[in-house]
């Protein structure tokens, strides 16, 4: 059994960085630190388990609070730091397993603290830093949002536990009033609603699957692979526009997402007419 | 013989008010547009629906519960984006998360090419349509895209007024808007009260006690925690009016998602050991102010 504390989204960050990621001020679950990629300077961020955890319903790598608000400041301060200078590439390294469910984070409006973290990301983007969203495990609902919805790539481990979904399936099932038997069929032709990370790289979101021998070890040839995969994708954002469009404009989204391309081009059109 | 009733001011305002929460989504749209100007952008008539619902044997609508109207409010450019929470609680599947994207996307090129658009977003929303999930997803990332752009050039209004409320996702599009406008029915949370009390248990959070979930998320909590800029009567006519006034104060002096440093000191002030009510963060507002 793997130890819940040293999860995939630690060792993936801890061999990237080469740091654990502690700042001083900071939570124990936000992990940053600055290290070298490609020969420039890149900055990494995640969300870690944290054993001492403030918060009750925090904890277990979810977005909460804490995360939020803090990750906030620090994406802020890069932003800050690179205003009329070179734009380090952000890395967010992503394995969380949703938002935090609890009263206090409903009370404390932890929907303005995600949203905070979301403006920081979309902002780091437009401002001209690559955003590059690592997922070696899960991203789901909430923490899909705020930790990788605004990155100019988004890259995926190529792996049955990696989870980018709405939900989780027994409280999807539940809501949708649905059996899981009835949400794996659905998933089978319905691609949305699959929860194999291979049908949501169907979508067109991600710029890359990457299959890694041993996604819960990263060993040296598997580190090398993915700081390559990170290195090219920085690349390839550098020289596109700053927004999200590259999702829009692959080859996955002309098969699956018709209906969003109709929308755009529709839209546009009216929009001129009046 | 003849009756004669005399009603008192009070209750002739009363009859008079045209409620905000009964209109559909496009009487809301036109509603807040100035009179003769509404244009409903990719209307039923376009018929682009969820691809994904007949697949499922769930009955499509021609707008897919959005409609985005141009026109002007107060007398300037204007976009209105309106959910309808009868169709689907308000969801955001592929569709019409996109026409939603689409309007503050071609809003924002407007502005920069010297079209001062303005955008009010009225949401009735319980998330993320779970029928086209991920799709949902990455549409939702693309709205909160285009807010984040849009915002720089015009302040971006959310009008939340019930009965739907605003939940998941678009609970994170409100905290990113410039202005949030509520009424005391209005609900605005991230997580709905059944989905935390089924992950964290009766002793986080009674879905089933309405007086304590309006105590979290309701309008007049969320106004009296600055989570809220305006706190309404449910009127139709209030709701334009208090927009208009909000576009013609201008940009907020911060936005909400920028008081990083404020929101830090509050959680440093508050003890996360105990369970909290309603009146602890409002306590912890008064307590740590700016």
């Not at chain 2, 949030?180 to 605005?188: E, P």
Request: include cysteine.
């Amino acid at each position: 059994m793997t130890d819940p504390l040293n999860n995939r989204g630690r060792k993936w960050f801890e061999a990237l960085t080469g740091s654990d990621g502690k700042v001083e001020g900071n939570p124990g679950s936000l992990m940053v630190a600055e290290a070298t990629l490609g020969g420039e300077k890149a900055v990494f961020v995640g969300v870690a388990p944290d054993a001492n955890a403030r918060f009750p319903r925090t904890g277990h790598t979810e977005v909460g609070l804490e995360e939020g608000w803090y990750g906030t400041k620090n994406l802020r301060a890069v932003i800050e730091a690179d205003k009329n200078g070179p734009k380090r590439p952000i890395i967010t390294v992503c394995d969380s397993k949703s938002q935090a469910y609890g009263r206090r984070e409903e009370l404390f409006g932890i929907h303005v603290a995600a949203a905070a973290i979301i403006a920081a990301y979309a902002d780091a983007r437009a401002a001209g830093h690559p955003v590059i969203a690592l997922i070696v495990g899960r991203c789901v609902s909430g923490s899909f949002l705020a930790l990788a919805g605004q990155a100019s790539r988004m890259i995926a481990f190529d792996d049955p536990e990696v989870l980018i979904h709405a939900m989780y399936k027994d409280a999807a099932a539940r809501i949708t009033k649905r059996s899981v038997a009835e949400l794996d069929k659905l998933g089978e032709t319905i691609v949305p609603m699959a929860y194999d990370i291979g049908s949501f790289n169907k979508l067109g979101g991600l710029h890359k699957l990457l299959k890694i021998a041993d996604p819960d070890t990263p060993a040296p040839a598997s580190l090398e692979q993915v700081k390559a995969t990170l290195i090219e994708a920085i690349a390839d954002a550098r020289k596109s526009p700053r927004n999200l469009d590259a999702r829009l404009e692959s080859d996955g989204a002309k098969a699956f997402r018709k209906a969003s391309l109709k929308v755009r081009q529709m839209m546009t059109e009216q929009w001129a007419a009046c | 013989m003849t009756f004669e009733i005399t009603l008192s001011d009070e209750v002739l305002a009363l009859s008079a008010r045209r409620s905000y929460i009964e209109l559909n989504a496009r009487a809301r749209a036109l509603q807040l547009l100035d009179d003769g100007t509404f244009h409903e952008l990719l209307g039923p008539f376009d018929r682009v629906e969820s691809p994904w619902l007949p697949m499922q044997g769930i009955v499509t609508q021609s707008d897919d519960g959005c409609v985005v109207a141009k026109g002007k409010i107060d007398g300037q450019p204007a976009v209105v984006i309106a959910m309808e929470g009868k169709f689907q609680g308000g969801s955001i599947g592929e569709v019409c998360g996109m026409k939603m994207a689409e309007a503050f996307r071609l809003a924002r090129l407007d502005n920069e090419k010297g079209i001062p658009t303005r955008a009010v977003l009225s949401l009735e929303s319980g998330g993320v349509r779970l029928q086209e999930a991920n799709m949902g997803e990455l549409v939702i990332a693309e709205i909160y895209a285009e807010m984040v752009a849009l915002r720089k050039h015009t302040p971006l209004i959310v009008v939340i007024t019930g009965p739907t409320g605003c939940f998941g996702g678009m609970s994170l599009a409100a905290g990113l808007a410039s202005y949030v406008v509520m009424t005391r029915q209005a609900r605005l949370s991230m997580n709905g009260p059944e989905v935390i009390e089924l992950e964290a248990g009766k002793d986080e959070f009674v879905a089933a006690d309405k007086p304590f979930v309006w105590s979290v998320n309701g309008g007049a909590q969320r106004f009296a925690t600055d989570f809220a800029d305006v706190l309404l009567e449910d009127d139709a006519d209030a709701v334009t009016q208090a927009v208009t006034e909000l576009f013609r104060k201008g940009q907020p002096a911060q936005l909400r998602t920028d008081k990083y440093e404020l929101f830090i000191k509050r959680l440093k002030f508050l003890d996360p050991a105990k369970q909290w009510v309603a009146e602890d963060i409002r306590n912890a507002w008064k307590a740590v102010a700016k």
